[in-house]
């Protein structure tokens, strides 16, 4: 797959395009160094900051963590290439998020309906690891893609460190709401802060995570903003 390939959203929004870390981002040296590694053991693959997926005028964002190794610094796609894709995108199609066959490739067609994908940390960090500096560096691209999100209602945190960022991008303090599964966090401001358990492997082998529990956080997130079915 060719290093400069984007998954096109498959709608526009008149609100200006936030900014964004360039293909070769040296603010986390860590990550810019496992980067170039990658790219030598794996000539072909995305090995660049992920972009987000969806339109911006969505209004709910769901957040991840940082891109999988073989999955969104594969593909160059959130969540697309792992089994985090195969339980997320299934789950926005079953609550009519989403439209499409997932096939694990940006050029599924797969169209994202209301929503918007990203991550907390754009770049692929080793052993899924992110520190601490390195969330809060790229902190800045999330606070700037959420304010030109200009219907932004929502924000569906997957994990506590996600769930962190978000508040961090509001200038919240880490105690202004506190983690949970399946918790529903209103924010200064109007914005609506949803947690669930990450939708990684790890999670769901342990039983820590269920795609019964999974969809569960749907069902009660969406009735709130008049999205999907929302269906249980």
């Keep these: 797959m060719p290093t400069d390939r984007r998954p096109a959203s498959p709608a526009r929004s008149d609100a200006p395009h936030p900014p964004q870390p ?29 972009p987000s997926f969806g339109a911006l005028d969505a209004p709910l964002l769901i957040l991840g963590l940082a891109p999988g190794l073989r999955g969104a610094n594969r593909t160059g796609r959130p969540f697309t290439g792992d089994y985090a894709g195969d ?16 096939r694990a490739d940006p050029a599924d067609g797969v169209q994202l309906l209301g929503c918007r994908i990203a991550n907390a940390v754009r770049c692929v960090p080793p052993a899924n690891k992110p520190e601490p500096a390195e ?5 800045g691209f999330l606070k ?16 506590a460190i996600a769930h962190g960022a978000v508040l961090r991008a509001r ?6 709401a506190r983690f949970g599964h399946c ?12 947690d669930s358990y990450h939708c990684s492997r790890y999670n769901t082998n342990t039983n820590r995570l269920t795609p019964a529990m999974f969809e569960a956080v749907f069902a009660a997130l969406l009735p709130r903003l008049g999205l999907g079915t929302g269906r249980d």
Aim: proline fraction near 6%; charged fraction near 10%.
């Design 22 to 50: 360039g293909l070769d981002c040296a603010l986390c040296p860590r990550l810019a160094a496992f980067r170039a590694a990658n790219r030598a053991a794996y000539p072909g693959w995305h090995h660049a900051p992920v």
């Design 87 to 102: 339980l997320l995108y299934a789950t926005l199609l079953k609550f009519g998020l989403a439209r499409g066959a997932y």
């Design 135 to 139: 969330i809060a560096t790229c902190n």
């Design 144 to 159: 700037a893609e959420m304010a030109a999100m200009p219907g932004l209602r929502a924000v569906l945190a997957l994990g």
């Design 171 to 176: 200038g919240l303090k880490q105690s202004a």
């Design 183 to 194: 918790a529903l966090h209103a924010l200064p401001g109007g914005l609506l802060l949803a």
